[in-house]
Nanobody, 118 residues
Framework: QVQLVESGGGLVQPGGSLRLSCSASGTIFSITTMGWSRQAPGKQRELVAT???????NYADSVKGRFTISRDNAKNTVYLQMNSLKPEDTAVYYCTAQRILTSQYEYWGRGTQVTVSS
């Protein structure tokens, strides 16, 4: 099993920045791509950024150019740097990890709230 714990959420004004962190523990060898997903009230969960073991990244169009995902394999930690935040970025942000055997995002953290408001 893999445990994912997020941190770094909070309240920020429009145009501001936040950095989220996700620490992974457990059977780390069983996971490959990691990512960040978000869910706003009344909306479907959206996968906003992913990063492979080798460091290749992918972003949703809604955050491209503003968010940066990075990974420290030595620390088993994934980060999401969020700049130029907008009110529509308000959501609960979840860390997720893809299981090697199934290629599915089977592991999820409990989430951290990000609120962008003046």
């Amino acid at each position: 099993q893999v445990q994912l714990v997020e941190s770094g959420g909070g309240l920020v004004q429009p145009g501001g920045s936040l950095r989220l962190s996700c620490s992974a523990s457990g059977t780390i060898f069983s996971i490959t791509t990691m990512g960040w997903s978000r869910q706003a009230p009344g909306k479907q969960r959206e996968l906003v950024a992913t990063i492979t073991n080798g460091g290749s990244t992918n972003y949703a169009d809604s955050v491209k150019g503003r968010f940066t995902i990075s990974r420290d394999n030595a620390k088993n930690t994934v980060y999401l740097q969020m700049n130029s935040l907008k009110p529509e970025d308000t959501a609960v942000y979840y860390c997720t990890a893809q299981r090697i055997l199934t290629s599915q995002y089977e592991y999820w953290g409990r989430g951290t709230q990000v609120t962008v408001s003046s």
